[in-house]
Nanobody
Framework: QVQLVESGGGLVQPGGSLRLSCAAS????????MGWYRQAPGKQRELVAT????????NYEDSVKGRFTISRDNAKNTVYLQMNSLKPEDTAVYYC?????????WGQGTQVTVSS
């Protein structure tokens, strides 16, 4: 099992930026991909961005393309989500996820609130 710990959430004004971090520990060997999902109140959890650990291939949800960037530091077993030009509709709990051997593990989530 992979343990995931997120950090970096908080309150930011519209147009501002935040960087989320997700540190992986435990059974991290051969993790295939890591990424971020989010869940706003009353809505389903949705994909935000993913990155493969070996090749660094990325995938983004359409509404965040050009504003969010996912990256990884394999030496630190950490994935980042740089979020720029934040909008109120980006407000949600952001969850880190890791996929390994067909299993998906989740972090506990970090709150991001975009409000003036």
């Amino acid at each position: 099992q992979v343990q995931l710990v997120e950090s970096g959430g908080g309150l930011v004004q519209p147009g501002g930026s935040l960087r989320l971090s997700c540190a992986a520990s435990g059974s991290i060997f051969s993790i295939y991909s890591m990424g971020w999902y989010r869940q706003a109140p009353g809505k389903q959890r949705e994909l935000v961005a993913t990155i493969t650990i070996s090749g660094g291939s990325t995938n983004y949800e359409d509404s965040v393309k050009g504003r969010f960037t996912i990256s990884r530091d394999n030496a630190k077993n950490t994935v980042y989500l740089q979020m720029n030009s934040l909008k109120p509709e980006d407000t949600a709990v952001y969850y880190c996820t890791a996929v390994k051997d067909g299993r998906r593990d989740w972090g506990q989530g970090t709150q991001v609130t975009v409000s003036s």
